[in-house]
Structures are given as C-alpha cells and as structure tokens.
C-alpha cells in the first residue's frame, strides 16, 4: 500500500507541475524558472524519501533556445536499487511541442545500471519568448511513475515594422475624407504595447483621434498582423487666415506617424492633395499679346472726371525671342476744355522691349543714361552679352527739362577679374549753357575665399557758358566713384558701399551715400547684427551754386542687434543712434539756417510666431535727444536742448489677411510733423500711427477685397491726417477683370488765429482690364477637356449610355522630349475627374504630354484600354477620350503545405509575382496580396501562358508552375498554384536508428 500510495503522490504532483507553469508561461522568465525549480526541488526530495528505486535527471536540466527551433536533450535513468529494474520512459511537451525524434523508451537496468534516452523536440513557430517552457520526463516502473524536469527558456524576439496603404491622400469637392489603413506586422514572438503617435498637419484631421499631436496604444500579438483604420478629413475648425497661411507649407498637409515599441521605433508619413478637376493657365496676364486696361478717376470728387488707357503685351518668336510693348494715355478728361494742354511730353507712356539670345534693346520715355550723370527720358537702349563679355549703348532726352545725353559701357571678365569702362556725354540745347563729358573705368575683383570687391571711378569735365547773369565761363574738373566690398563666410557676412558723385560737379550729382552692414551668427540660435546707413545730398543747382552756398541734408542711422530666438520666440536688443543735418540758404534774402540733432539710445523687440504665416512684434525704445537750431536771420532766435529723454512704442502683427502697425513716439526729430518747433519755447512733438491693411480672397480666388487705412496724430500742432482706401476686382470668364477703389483723404491742422482747419477729398477709380485670346507666333495654348468612362462596346468613343468613371487621378506631364517644351514652362499638374469622370485645362501649351492615370477606387473588373500611362499631343481644341473596357481576369491562390517538422519559420504570401505572356509575346503581372490572392485583368481573349515566380527555396517544390490557357468564350479563370514544404526526418548512426549512445563504460 505504500508503494501504490507513493505512486499516487509522484504521479499527481509531476501533473501538478504541468499545470502550474503552464498557469505561469505567460510571466517573466526568470521567475517562472526560479518557481519551477523550487517546486522540482522539492518534489524529488519527496520521491528520495519514498525510496524510489531509480535516480532521473536529463542532461540539460535548464537551456535557452531561440524561436522556431529543434531542441535536444538526453533523459539519464540510473537504477540505485539492488535488484533488476525493468520500465518505460515518458515525456509531458508543452501545447503543440512535439516529438520529432526519440528511440524505444522502454529499459532494463541491473542494480548500479544507467541509461540514456534522448528526445528531440520541435517548437511550433508560433511559439511565445521571453518565458520558460516546462519539460517533464517520466519513466513508469513497478506500476509506480517517477519524474524529472526540464527548463527551456525560450529567448524573446521583438520583429515588427508599421506600414500604411497609401503614400498620398487625394480630396476633392466631391471626395471629402479618405480612408487610410495602419498595419503593424508582428513577425516576433512577443505581445508589443505599440504607442502611435500622430503628427497632423493643421489643413487636416483624423476622426478617430483629437488634437494636432495624438496618441493610441495598440495591443499587438505575436505572428499576427493588427490593423488600425482611420479616416482623414479637412479641419473645418480653421478660419480663412489659418488655411491661406498654411496651404502653401507642405507640413500642414502631412500626417507623419511614430510608432515607438519597447525597443525601437518606425516612423512613416504621408500626404494630402487637395485636388480639382478643372483649372485655368494664368498666362493671359503674362504672356498675351494684346491686353487693354481702362480706368476712371475722380468719380464723387470735386475735381474734374479723368480716364486712364493701357495697351500692353507679350509677342513671343522663336528662337527664345520675344517683344514687350506697354503704351499708356494717362490724364484725358471727358471735357474738352480740360484738354487743350494734353501733349505727347505731358500724357503719353511707352516702352517697347525686344529681347533675344544675347541682346535687349528697348526704346520708351523712361531710360536712363550713365552711371553717375542720371539722365532720365525718352531714348533707346541696347545691351549685348557674350559669355562674359558686356556691351551698353543709350541715348536719352528729357522731354521737359530738355536735358540730353548718351552713355556706352563696355566690361570683359577675365578669371576672377572683370574690368571694363564706359563714356558719357550729356547738354542741354534747349538752354545752351550746359554741357559735360565723363570717362568712366570700372573694375570687379574676388580674391581669396570670401572677398569680392568692386570700384567705379567717374572723371568728368564740365562746362557752364555765360549768360546774363554768369560774368565769365566756367569750366570744372570733377570726380565721383563708387566703391563695394562683400565677405561672406560660415558664420560672417559683411557688406560695405560708398557713393559719392559730390565732386563731379554735374547736374543732379551731390550725393554721397555710404551703407555698411555686417550678420554674425554666434551659435545656431544666436546671430549679431550691425547696420549703419549714411545719406547725405548736397543740391548743386548749378551754375548757381558757384554764386551761392549749397543746401546740405544728411542724415545718420546706425544700429547693433543681438539676437535670441527660442522655438516661436526671437528676442532682439542693442543700441541705436540717429543724427540729421540741414542747412537751407535764401537766394534771395542772404539769411541761412542749420539745423542739426542726434539721438542715442536702446531699441528692443519681441517677435512671436504665432503660426508659419502669422506674427506679432512689440517694441520698444529709450533715446536721448539732442538739437540746435542755428539762423542768421534776426526775426528768428537760435534754440537748442539737450539731454532730455524720450521713449517710443510700436506693435506690428502680420497675418495671411490683416497687417497691423502702431506706434507711438513721445519724442522725436527725425520725420515729418514731428520736427521740433523752433519758437520761442522749443517742444519736441509726440506722435501717434495706426495702420492697417486687409486683404482677403473669395469665390475660389477669383474675388478680392482689400483696405487700407492710415491714422496719424502729432502734438502740441493737434494735426492729424487720415487715409482710407478701399478696393476689389473680379476675375470674370473669358479673361475679363473689373475693379473699383474708393479713397478718402482727410488733413486737419490747428492755427492760432484760423482755429481748427480741416480738408477732404473723396475719390473713386474704377475699370476692367481685357487679356484678348491671341495665339503666339512661338507657341500656342488651347483648351483641354479629358474624359474617363466605361466603353461598353469598346468603340472608343464616348456614348450617352456609357457611364463615366470618377475619381481618376490625372497626372499631366510634359513630355521631355518635346523639342518645343523650353518655350514656356509647365508645372506638373494632377487633376481628378469630377462626377462627369473629366478634368479640363484651360490654355494648355501646345506640345507632347504623358498622362499617368490612378484610379483611386476600385474599379472592378474594368482596366484601362490604352494603359495607365499614355502620350498625348495638343496641337489645336481637344477632347481626349480615355476608355475603360471590361476585362478578361484571371484569378487564383498561393497554397503551401507544410511540413510540421519545419525549421523555416513563417513564410509570406504577399507580393508573389504573376506573370501572363500571350502568344503575340505581350506580359502581363501582378503581385498576390498577403493571403496569396491575385487577380490579373487582361486586354484581349487569346491564349496565354501563367507562370508562379518561384521566391521559395530548395526545400520547397511547386506542384505545377506553369500552366497553358485559354479563355474559350468565358471571361475569367481560376488558377490556384500549391507549394510543398519536403517532409524532414531525424536519423541516427547512418540511417540504422535514430539514437544509439556509445558509452566510454560499456
């Protein structure tokens, strides 16, 4: 009985092992194992002591394998009675563990006698790591069982990637939201927490989740593929200012996604296109070669009714040539009174350009001549280029100061150097007392790295002949130049100029000008910025300048700024200093005055990037003012002040529709209405400035409406002025524009005797503008409608019983081998058919084009009869018939069998190609899906070969690879392929036994 007893315990508690770790198979491993052998531990000690006549143990008590893989071991029996022992071994597998290899379990031991029985075990691929597998032996002797254990430590293999269905997204007006399908593959062996987590753009949203940056935690289980589906729409939660600042930046119309496991992560992103299905070229404007534009000024104004006319265009040649024409009638009044003083000089505008391969020449009332002479007026200009070389010739007239004059240039680049000189001539007949020439040499040169410099040197001789009032003739030599230098580096950019045409004593000269600026980045967030601008114009009014001191303006500007910027944030602040000088002398009177002030102080600014398009920038500044006021006339006093404090305020805020300034000044000397009165008792006047402008676009575009408006107001003066301007124009069909603007101009000032005086002026322009459809010489545009349906009776054309076939993608490209294509550019373009299954394009330049057709729905069993991708030529109007026709399918499966001894893991079905070769030599393919599906559509009933792409290895054989068919009046086919895994066995000593042990004792 105590025997039987014995037996009973070590048989129960072997099974309660069994159970008890496969409770636990799913906690971690090193715990599991620790439990496990506690358990084991302490049921051997219970069979000691019930004098168990064999002693058991495998020869691996504990191991580690990896997944999917054969694991062998070795089950020791040795006999520690004294007497015979006679038994069978036994073994407990973990669920779908099996046996793939073992020799007659059955022994026969003398006492002292062991034996030695090896197991080879199979895991199933679907094995779970990262836990401990129980492994139990048990051999039955004396209708009593013993056992012993084993612990497979299976290692943890994380194996996942993310992939979505789609790269891009398409929307339209008919199409609103899309699907888009997220799956995660998890080839490992393990259950991953996967975080998803969601960048979207601002154009969009995803319904399933909330916010710009979400989050979604995933369960995914080993050898299995979890899919998450979820649904794009536009985010109507955005006002128009957000949408037109963000439509044009590609990151508001992406969705990137992160999915981040315990170990890695994947990230994977896609696009939104909103597309339409019809536009319209903007070349009419650009490139037309007949536009007229019409005005009317001064409706609901107290001056007289006026009319503004324009005809201008483009005429492009071949040969990259082309010729601009712009002729303008400005200023005609409906009154023929008002038009007795219209002249040529007076109202007409022109300028005709002809441009080719290395020349421009143009003829108008608005050339300039000479680098330093600046003569302005109607003349003709030409200008030729040659590789490096460069050649100018001008001649100009001014029609109302009747001043004249001629310049050609000529500079060569030689290496780094470019060197060239110009001659300059220029009078006035009309007056006969002025005439000049002037020799000019130039000269550019990079030396080093990052050095460039330039230099223009102007030597002039002029001569002022007598007249009535002039006692003698005078002739002067004079100079003017021009210096440039440029550094550009890494991390420093500086740039320095001088103009001065002071000494040169032509007509209009006396300036000198002087700009240095200089960028310093010191890290990636931190820059230094210096400017100083120095302006200074003496007015020559020659000759009289020889009898009269000149009138001097200058004025001073410099600044440093330190820079800081912090995600959306930059902060800026430094010093800054403003000075100004004029000196004003009476011709008549004798009397001279001279005023001068300077100002120091710190600026500062916050600059918030509230979006990519959309800011706001506070300010501040601290100055010190100081002034003198100097006259030699006695009915003025001479006034100063010094050192007194002043400060300013401004806040500037930029969106895609409103741009706001105001600021405000207690103190300042340096513009208009704020200059410091000079009386008796010297005030520095306070400033105030609000200036908005909107401007917002409606009816798709084709409707804007804009608004300016200009607040200002000084102190103590009390002067005030207002502006306000109003405006919209339409775009209508057939390249028509009308316009309107309404302006209202109020000035208010305060005199001491008068009191408050104020003036308005109210005004309204109004017209259209025309863009006429000429055709150009070079290259033509025409209209293109392009039309997508189900060709029933496959004739090709478009019947009214054949239905469209919407939601097409259409990618336009030009084709690059088009020789005409140079002429004009074409963007790439992709339209989707609307519900009428067309996509037009209005004004399409003639040439070759390749359209690229997408279906973004499935559509069946119909294919496109000519391809996905076909050629194109516009050479007139077209409408381009796209058919769709049924197709001839064949469809089927991808099978394997598998051997359930495998080594090989898991084997994908997906992307398997297909291949159909018809008996005229035409391929056909497609890939299966991950189930091992496919369905391939073919044009035409004829016979065909279908081939498997073998992607297996040796140990895999295709029962039938290749199969000879032919459709015999049906329309679809089933073929499926099988796949056999070779069957696999474990042999021992030459194929004799499985296992025979050849002990060194025996």
Not at 909 to 925: M, N, V
Request: aromatic share 14%.
């Amino acid at each position: 009985m105590r025997l039987a007893e014995n037996h009973i315990v070590i048989f129960n508690r072997n099974i309660i092992v069994t159970v008890f770790c496969s409770v636990f198979n799913k906690l971690k491993a090193y715990t599991v194992l620790l439990l496990s052998i506690i358990f084991t531990l302490s049921v051997q000690a219970q069979a000691d002591s019930a004098l168990s006549p064999v002693e058991l143990n495998f020869i691996k008590e504990i191991d580690t394998i990896t997944e999917s893989s054969v694991h062998f071991n070795v089950l020791h029996i040795k006999n520690i009675s004294n007497k015979s022992v006679d038994g069978e071994a036994m073994f407990s597998l973990p669920q779908n563990w099996q046996i793939i290899a073992s020799e007659t379990n059955k022994f026969s031991l003398n006492p002292g006698q062991d034996s030695y029985i090896p197991i080879r075990m199979a895991t199933p691929g679907s094995v779970i790591g990262g836990i401990s597998y129980l492994i139990t032996g048990m051999v039955h002797v004396d209708e009593k069982f013993y056992a012993a254990n084993s612990y497979i430590f299976v290692r943890s293999n994380s194996k996942w990637r993310m992939e979505i269905d789609k790269s891009k997204v398409y929307l339209n007006e008919f199409n609103t939201s899309e699907q888009v399908k997220l799956k995660i593959s998890n080839e490992g062996n393990l259950q991953e927490l996967i975080k998803l987590r969601f960048k979207i753009g601002e154009l969009y949203s995803i319904a399933e989740l909330s916010g710009a940056d979400s989050v979604k935690y995933i369960h995914v289980k080993p050898f299995s593929d979890t899919i998450f589906t979820f649904t794009v729409k536009e985010n109507t939660n955005l006002s128009y200012t957000d949408v037109q600042a963000s439509k044009n930046n590609w990151k508001a119309s992406t969705i990137s996604m992160e999915a981040i496991g315990r170990d890695r992560s994947q990230f994977t992103s896609f696009t939104i296109n909103q597309l339409k299905s019809c536009v319209t070229s903007i070349r009419r404007t650009t490139v037309s070669p007949l536009n007229y534009d019409f005005m009317l000024y001064n409706l609901m104004s107290s001056q007289s009714l006026k009319m503004h006319n324009k005809i201008y265009g483009t005429t492009l040649f071949e040969k990259n040539r082309s010729l601009d024409y712009s002729f303008n009638v400005n200023n005609l009044y409906f009154n023929p009174e008002n038009n007795q003083n219209v002249s040529i000089n007076h109202n007409l505008r022109f300028m005709i350009t002809y441009k080719g391969k290395d020349i421009i020449a143009r003829a108008g009332d608005n050339i300039g001549t000479g680098l330093i002479h600046s003569i302005n007026g109607r003349g003709i200009e030409a200008k030729f280029r040659k590789n490096r070389s460069y050649a100018n010739i001008t001649a100009v007239q001014n029609p109302l100061s009747y001043n004249r004059g001629a310049n050609f240039e000529y500079a060569r680049g030689l290496g780094p150097l470019n060197a060239g000189i110009g001659l300059t001539y220029s009078d006035n007949p009309h007056l006969g007392n002025y005439s000049a020439q002037s020799v000019t040499p130039l000269v550019s040169f990079s030396f080093l790295k990052h050095h460039a410099v330039s230099a223009v040197l102007t030597l002039s001789n002029v001569e002022y002949k007598s007249r009535a009032e002039l006692t003698n003739d005078t002739s002067l030599f004079g100079f003017g130049y021009g210096v440039y230098y440029r550094f550009n580096s890494k991390n420093l950019r500086i740039n320095l100029s001088n103009i001065n045409s002071d000494k040169n004593y032509l007509q209009n000269s006396g300036i000198n000008r002087t700009h240095f600026n200089a960028n310093y980045k010191i890290s990636p967030i931190n820059y230094l910025y210096t400017f100083y601008e120095r302006s200074k114009y003496t007015s020559t009014r020659y000759p009289y300048n020889f009898y009269n001191p000149a009138n001097i303006n200058s004025n001073d500007h410099a600044k440093i700024l330190f820079s800081h910027t912090n995600n959306k944030t930059v902060y800026q602040i430094g010093p800054q200093y403003m000075s100004s000088v004029r000196e004003f002398h009476d011709t008549y009177s004798g009397f001279g005055t001279k005023y001068t002030d300077y100002t120091y102080g710190l600026y500062s600014s916050i600059t918030y990037r509230i979006s990519s398009k959309k800011s706001i920038s506070p300010n501040i500044g601290i100055s010190n003012l100081n002034f003198d006021f100097t006259t030699t006339d006695t009915l003025f006093n001479n006034n100063s002040i010094h050192n007194q404090w002043f400060y300013s305020f401004g806040l500037n805020y930029y969106d895609y529709v409103w741009r706001l300034n105001v600021y405000y000044t207690s103190g300042s000397a340096s513009d208009l209405y704020r200059n410091v009165l000079t009386e008796e008792n010297p005030e520095v006047t306070q400033a105030f400035h609000v200036r908005p402008y909107y401007e917002r676009y409606f009816l798709n575009n084709t409707f804007r409406v804009s608004g300016y408006l200009n607040f200002s107001y000084y102190t103590p003066s009390a002067h005030e002025t207002f502006t306000l301007n109003l405006s919209a124009d339409y775009s209508l069909k057939k390249y028509w524009q009308v316009f309107a603007s309404f302006n209202v101009f109020s000035n208010t000032r305060f005199d001491d005797d008068l009191g408050r005086i104020s003036s308005r002026n109210f005004n309204v322009v109004t017209g259209f503008k025309k863009a006429f459809n000429i055709q150009q010489p070079r290259l033509k545009f025409y209209d293109v409608t392009i039309s997508c349906f189900n060709d029933i009776n496959g004739n090709g054309i478009r019947e009214a019983e054949e239905k469209p076939v919407s939601n097409i993608l259409i990618t336009i490209i030009r084709n690059s081998s088009d020789s005409i294509r140079d002429r004009v550019y074409f963007p790439q373009i992709e339209l989707l058919t609307d519900r009428e299954g067309q996509v037009c394009y209005q004004d399409m330049p003639e040439g070759n084009y390749i359209l690229e057709l997408s279906p973004l729905n499935n559509l069946g069993n119909i294919f496109f009869l000519e391809g996905e991708k076909q050629l194109i030529l516009i050479n007139s109007k077209s409408n381009i018939n796209i058919p769709l026709v049924e197709s001839y399918q064949i469809s089927g499966s991808i099978s394997i069998e598998r051997d359930p001894n495998s080594t090989e893991g898991r084997i994908s079905l997906e992307g398997i190609r297909i291949t159909a070769i018809s008996d005229d030599g035409y391929t056909y393919s497609t890939l299966t899906d991950k189930y091992g599906n496919y369905i391939l559509n073919l044009q035409y009933d004829k016979h065909y070969t279908l081939k498997m792409s073998n992607v297996f290895n040796e140990n895999f054989v295709i029962e039938q690879q290749e199969y000879k068919l032919s459709f015999g009046g049906n329309k679809s086919l089933r073929v499926d392929f099988r796949v056999h895994e070779k069957k696999r066995g474990v042999q021992f000593d030459s194929g004799n036994n499985y296992f025979d042990f050849k002990l060194d004792n025996q």
